[in-house]
T-cell receptor
Framework: DVKVTQSSRYLVKRTGEKVFLECVQD?????MFWYRQDPGLGLRLIYF???????EKGDIPEGYSVSREKKERFSLILESASTNQTSMYLC???????????????FGDGTRLSIL | AQTVTQSQPEMSVQEAETVTLSCTYD???????LFWYKQPPSRQMILVIR??????QNATENRFSVNFQKAAKSFSLKISDSQLGDTAMYFC???????????????FGKGTRLHILP
């Protein structure tokens, strides 16, 4: 079974702090994703990476950055945390698709982040 | 751009009843894939069922089945004999094949919160 591990289930930080959320997957997937999940808004893509050191902005990248130095690890960074970044953060991974394949994403347990 | 719409933000049904969650999507492509994901309270999101658009037969996984209407761009999820453990948020999702979608991004609906009542 694919295992996607997020470093913290719950995290409380203060406004202005630099926050790191870590995600590790054990299935050698090329693609990794960071989402935030808010009531009524569903999942919104923050950033994704399709290879080591490669990253692309999702739908809401402002206030976030990412790092992917190793294939199995994808980090989300809140450069200067603000209260509107209080949310549930989900990491996911997915193998690179063949031309016509349809592998689903595999998700971590999520990190509930509170910014005070 | 592709979009996914789940028109029911929240639903409640009695245990053992059958419930249908609706999902519609919009795309101009003819080949794509559809998924239903389940996120139980405080637990990991997991795949429930998947459907390839080129397959006419509706996918089934035990008590979960889909009604895929390609012309109507509809992909509803039916849960038969619902159980308390089916209480969760359900997300419908859409993805294009890599031949079209270099980014491999999956597009999610906003979710339907389903409560199974004892």
């Amino acid at each position: 079974d694919v295992k996607v591990t997020q470093s913290s289930r719950y995290l409380v930080k203060r406004t202005g702090e630099k926050v790191f959320l870590e995600c590790v997957q054990d299935m050698d997937h090329e693609n990794m994703f960071w989402y935030r999940q808010d009531p009524g808004l569903g999942l919104r893509l923050i950033y994704f990476s399709y290879d080591v050191k490669m990253k692309e902005k999702g739908d809401i990248p402002e206030g976030y950055s990412v790092s992917r130095e190793k294939k199995e690890r994808f980090s989300l960074i809140l450069e200067s945390a603000s209260t509107n970044q209080t949310s549930m953060y989900l990491c996911a991974s997915r193998p690179r698709q063949g031309r016509y394949s349809n592998q689903p994403q595999h998700f971590g347990d999520g990190t509930r982040l509170s910014i005070l | 751009a592709q979009t996914v719409t789940q028109s029911q933000p929240e639903m409640s049904v009695q245990e053992a009843e059958t419930v249908t969650l609706s999902c519609t999507y919009d795309t101009s492509e003819s080949n794509y894939y559809l998924f239903w994901y389940k996120q139980p309270p405080s637990r990991q999101m997991i795949l429930v069922i998947r459907q390839e658009a080129y397959k006419q037969q509706n996918a089934t996984e035990n008590r979960f089945s889909v009604n895929f209407q390609k012309a109507a761009k509809s992909f509803s999820l039916k849960i038969s004999d619902s159980q308390l453990g089916d209480t969760a948020m359900y997300f419908c999702a859409f993805v294009l094949p890599r031949s079209v979608n270099r980014d491999d991004k999956i597009i999610f609906g906003k979710g339907t919160r389903l409560h199974i009542l004892p």
